[in-house]
C-alpha cells in the first residue's frame, strides 16, 4: 500500500541535504563547540554557519539568533523572559485566541504571576482585525505576541500592522513563526519584529532543534541557566548535528521557497476545488487569498473528523483534524471555536498539508478516498 503523506504542518520530512550535513558531526565531527582545539572548533564554525543560514532566511544579523531544542521552548523563553524584562513598566501581554498551546498555556502560567493577559478574537475566517489590537493597548501594555500563520486553518496574520502598533505604544512584538518560516516569505525589520519562534522540524529540518530571534536591543534575559553557551543566554551543550541540518534546511528552503510555495499552492487550489465540487457539505476553513500555500482546512458536514483519520489512515493516507499538539484531546479545536464554529461541526475538521514533494496523483488519490470515506461514514 503506498503512503500518502498529508501532515506536513505536524511535522516534514528531513531534506536528505539536511540529513548528509548531520552525519559527519554524529559519527566523526563530535567536539565540544565550548573547547577549543582543532576538533572542537569545527563544531564550532559549523553553529556558525547554520546560525548564518537560519538568520539570512529571515534577514536578521546571526548575531540575533539563538538555538533552542524547538518552537515550544523558543515560544515560553518569548514570553515568560519579557514579562520578567519589563514587568517594571508594566504587566499586560496582547495575544490572540488562536495562539499554538506553547502560548496559550504560557499566558495562563504569567496569569498566575500577575500578568494581565487579553486574548485578541479573530473572524470567520481567523483573522486578526489590527484595530482590536489597537483597542487593547493600554500603557501597562509590555508585549503583543501574534502568529504569523496559523497552523491549523492556515490563515496568515497581519502582524506587520499589528507589530507597528506595537511599537508606536512602546510595546515589544513577539510572533510564533513556526508554521511560516521558510514556506512565506519573513523580514524582521519590515515585519516590525522583536522576538521570533521557529522549529528545524516544520520545514524539512530535525526534530529537537528551533530557533528564537532577539532583535538587538530588547531586553530579554536568559532562559537556560548554567554555562555560557548562546552567549549566556540558554546554558547548555549544543546539539550540534541537529543545528548542522537546521541551518542545511533552511538554506534549501530559501533558495526553492518561491517555487516551491507556487506548486504547494497550485495543488491546494486544484485539490480545495475538487473537495468542494465532489462532495456535499465541505466548506473550506481560513483565508483563502492570505493563506499558508500548503495549507487545506475543511469541515465535513454528517462526519466525525477522527473517524474519518482512521479510515484514511487505513488507506495509507496520513492527514490530521487539527494541532498535532492537541492529538487525543476530547475538546473542539480552540481555534475554530474562536472563529464561531459551533462545537457540534467542529468535530467534523480535516486538515491536509502538503509540501513540495507532495504530487498531484497523491492529491487525487487521497481526495478519491476521502470521498469513498465520507459515503461510508454517512451511511
Not at 559527519?24 to 569545527?42: E, H, I, T
Not at 500577575?114 to 484595530?131: F, H, K, N, Q, T
Amino acid at each position: 500500500m503506498e503512503e500518502i503523506y498529508l501532515d506536513n504542518a505536524a511535522t516534514t520530512k528531513p531534506l536528505g541535504e539536511a540529513v548528509d550535513a548531520m552525519l559527519p558531526y554524529m559519527k566523526d565531527l563530535y567536539g565540544n563547540p565550548s573547547s577549543v582545539y582543532s576538533l572542537a572548533r569545527r563544531s564550532k564554525r559549523a553553529l556558525d554557519e547554520a546560525r548564518d543560514a537560519c538568520a539570512k532566511e529571515i534577514h536578521a544579523n546571526s548575531s540575533e539568533v539563538y538555538f533552542t531544542s524547538g518552537g515550544s521552548e523558543s515560544d515560553n523563553w518569548a514570553l515568560t523572559s519579557a514579562f520578567c524584562a519589563y514587568k517594571d513598566r508594566g504587566n499586560r501581554i496582547i495575544t490572540t485566541a488562536i495562539e499554538h498551546p506553547a502560548i496559550l498555556n504560557t499566558c495562563r502560567i504569567l496569569e498566575k504571576e500577575g500578568a494581565e493577559i487579553v486574548y485578541l478574537p479573530v473572524d470567520s475566517l481567523g483573522r486578526v482585525d489590527p484595530e482590536d489590537a489597537e483597542k487593547a493597548m493600554t500603557d501597562k501594555t509590555i508585549l503583543v505576541s501574534v502568529m504569523t500563520a496559523n497552523n491549523e486553518v492556515g490563515t496568515i496574520e497581519p502582524i506587520r500592522e499589528i507589530g507597528a502598533i506595537a511599537h508606536r505604544h512602546g510595546a515589544i512584538f513577539h510572533t510564533d513563526a513556526v508554521q511560516a518560516y521558510g514556506h512565506i516569505p519573513i523580514d524582521v525589520e519590515k515585519d516590525n519584529i522583536d522576538l521570533l519562534s521557529a522549529s528545524g522540524h516544520k520545514f524539512h529540518g530535525p526534530k529537537g532543534c528551533g530557533i528564537f530571534y532577539i532583535k538587538n536591543g530588547v531586553r530579554i534575559g536568559s532562559f537556560v541557566h548554567g554555562g555560557a553557551q548562546e552567549r549566556g543566554r540558554r546554558a547548555g551543550t549544543e546539539n550540534v548535528a541537529s543545528i548542522v541540518g537546521m541551518g542545511a534546511a533552511a538554506s534549501f528552503m530559501s533558495k526553492h521557497r518561491e517555487d516551491f510555495a507556487g506548486k504547494e499552492a497550485g495543488l491546494r487550489d486544484y485539490a480545495m476545488e475538487r473537495l468542494e465540487n465532489e462532495i456535499d457539505g465541505v466548506a473550506i476553513l481560513g483565508d483563502r487569498r492570505m493563506r499558508l500555500p500548503q495549507n487545506i482546512d475543511i469541515l465535513i458536514d454528517g462526519v466525525e473528523g477522527e473517524s474519518l483519520l482512521i479510515m484514511l489512515d487505513q488507506r495509507g493516507i496520513c492527514a490530521s483534524s487539527g494541532s498535532a499538539c492537541s492529538s487525543g484531546s476530547l475538546d473542539p479545536s480552540h481555534v475554530l471555536l474562536a472563529m464561531g464554529i459551533p462545537e457540534e461541526k467542529a468535530y467534523g475538521a480535516l486538515r491536509l498539508t502538503m509540501s513540495f514533494m507532495t504530487t498531484k496523483k497523491e492529491i487525487d488519490l487521497a481526495i478519491d478516498a476521502i470521498r469513498e470515506c465520507v459515503v461510508q461514514l454517512r451511511a
